[in-house]
Nanobody
Framework: QIQLAESGGGLVQAGESLRLSCAAS????????MAWFRQAPGKEREFVAA????????YYADSVKGRFTISRDISKNSMWMQMTSLRPEDTAAYYC?????????????????????WGQGTQVTVSS
């Protein structure tokens, strides 16, 4: 089992920045990919960004590319997402997720069904 705990959400104005954190505990040796998803009220959970745990390769949804940056520190079992130039449409609950497949195809990275473990989420609200 892997436990995930997100933090760093809050209420900000459009154009401001936030940094989300995700701390993993438990069987962290089985982490191969980590990701951020978000879900706004009445909408489906959507992919935001992901990172290959060992290689550090990162992937982003088009809607956040150039504004959000994902990073991780293997020694701390932690992942972060720096969010800049926030927009009202970024308002959502943000979740971190873990996948334990070392051979995960890139095409499956954005799929919520790929991930085995999820955190409880942290709310990000961007006012206009």
């Amino acid at each position: 089992q892997i436990q995930l705990a997100e933090s760093g959400g809050g209420l900000v104005q459009a154009g401001e920045s936030l940094r989300l954190s995700c701390a993993a505990s438990g069987r962290t040796f089985s982490i191969y990919n980590m990701a951020w998803f978000r879900q706004a009220p009445g909408k489906e959970r959507e992919f935001v960004a992901a990172i290959r745990w060992s290689a550090g390769l990162d992937y982003y949804a088009d809607s956040v590319k150039g504004r959000f940056t994902i990073s991780r520190d293997i020694s701390k079992n932690s992942m972060w997402m720096q969010m800049t130039s926030l927009r009202p449409e970024d308002t959502a609950a943000y979740y971190c997720a873990v996948d334990g497949d070392p051979g995960l195809p890139t095409t499956e990275i954005p799929l919520a069904t790929t991930y085995d473990y999820w955190g409880q989420g942290t709310q990000v609200t961007v006012s206009s």
